[in-house]
């Protein structure tokens, strides 16, 4: 940073200043996390510089052989990491990485049948305002209204009546274990393609400490970045049969050339989750999340499902509505003590997405800082707190119980 503040001082400020809003903010969106510095150091690298439209000894620019080293590594642990029979760790996001499942195996007007997005679902699996709504005829499930988790009745009764090109299995705020063996029985009896898309969970499933939908589904999605704690961008995984069509649908389908300083990084992040401390660390993110659970329930407030099996909870704040609670309000009044969460839709939420009645919160980030289940439990008290007693007094100790905590555990240690 230290020359980027001569050539540039006001971008060095605001890096600098992100920089310490992270060191100095609890964070509990689940869909972030802190890299270790190494990451940062591949995605910063000379390979920024390179081109490399194709694929690993079938390139289209020269001067390519260290950038096939790069990328055969990534492919390799990515297959040996998750036990897939082949991967493409080019697709620039994990929306991109839905996006190739389509171009690859749908013809536009096709059916999909994916997770309601007002339910726990993603805007990729089928939103009318994101592609896959638009180009395609799409159908939503969603969960039994009276345990909150997956109605796999309803999915099957939909699958029979619509018979999906593409069945899609996942979530971006469901916290419970998803059944991808019923998927695949769902799947097969409908005619379908089975699509999981694990980008939440895929830290979790490679640490072990979540079922693996790759013996069960013909694609896997995910992102590097999430609870797998690495680079920024995606990855497909798939059945050996559909490794030509994926391959060209990103490129030349969807992706000009792979930014390979980010695939050099997700080399690394493969062979990080592949260690022992890993693992371990996978684990402790779901003690984590579950002893914030269990306090927050003890202090009376509802989650959705009544708890959480991998790294996120949804927080039901519909009983606070009378004293003008929101997903917003709490968002809000969180951040004002150092604190990051994102207000999220929760099932038959009353208010508009922009307000919503439900707060995500993830216990990934914080794991990586080193927290273990006395701090996740002392953050959901923080948090109870604010929600349910707020006051200037209350606010102060929250704030200062946040400064102790962010300065226990910095993020990068000197």
């Known amino acids: 940073m230290h020359t980027l503040g001569y050539i540039d001082p006001e971008l060095a400020s605001a890096i600098d200043g992100e920089l310490r809003r992270q060191d100095n903010t609890i964070e509990l969106i689940a869909s972030e996390n802190i890299v270790p510095p190494v990451i940062l150091e591949v995605q910063g690298s000379i390979l920024t510089n390179k081109y490399a439209e194709g694929y690993p000894g079938h390139r289209y620019h020269g001067g390519c052989e260290y950038m096939d080293a790069v990328e055969s590594l990534a492919i390799e642990r990515a297959k040996r990491l998750f036990g897939a029979e082949h991967a493409n760790v080019q697709p620039h996001s994990g929306v991109n990485a839905n996006l190739a499942v389509f171009v690859a195996m749908l013809k536009p ?12 679902g993603h805007l990729s699996h089928g939103s009318a305002v994101n592609v896959s709504g638009k180009y395609y005829q799409t159908f939503a499930y969603g969960l039994d209204p009276r345990t909150e988790r997956i109605d796999y009745d309803q999915v099957r009764d939909l699958a029979m009546r619509h018979r999906p090109r593409l069945l899609i299995a996942g979530a971006s705020a469901y916290p419970r274990v998803i059944d ?19 980008a939440h969970i895929a830290g979790l499933v490679a640490g072990g400490a979540h079922p693996s939908p790759v013996p069960y589904a013909d694609f896997v999605t995910s992102t ?3 609870t797998l704690r690495g680079a920024r961008g995606g990855f497909i995984l798939c059945r050996a049969e559909y490794a030509k069509a994926i391959d060209s649908a990103i490129f030349p389908g969807i992706q000009g050339g792979p930014i390979m300083q980010n695939v050099a990084a997700k080399a690394l992040t493969f062979k990080l989750a592949a260690t022992a401390e890993f693992r371990a660390y996978a684990a402790q993110i779901v003690r984590n999340a579950q ?36 997903g917003h309000s709490a968002e809000q009044a969180l951040a004002e003590v150092g604190i990051a969460v994102n207000k999220n839709l929760i099932p038959g939420d009353p208010q508009k997405p922009t307000v919503t009645s439900g ?25 109870a707190d604010i929600l349910l007693t707020p006051s200037d007094a209350t606010s102060e100790r929250a704030r200062r119980v946040v400064r102790d905590l962010c300065k226990k555990h910095a993020i990068y240690q000197s």
Do not use: C, P
Request: hydrophobic residues 50%.
């Open 109 to 120: 007007g096709d059916v999909i049948l994916g997770m309601d997005l007002k339910q726990g």
């Open 180 to 198: 991808f063996a019923r998927f695949r029985e769902i799947a097969d009896e409908a005619g379908s393609l089975l699509l999981v898309d694990m």
């Open 224 to 226: 590097t970045t999430k």
């Open 291 to 326: 002893a914030m659970a269990a306090r927050f329930q003890e202090r009376g407030l509802r989650l959705v499902t009544g708890g959480t099996d991998n790294h996120l909870m949804l927080l039901d704040l519909r009983d606070l509505a009378d004293r003008g609670v929101t």
């Open 359 to 383: 707060v995500r919160i993830g216990a990934a980030a914080i794991t990586s800082r080193g927290f273990k289940e006395d701090e996740a439990a002392a953050v959901a008290d923080i948090i």
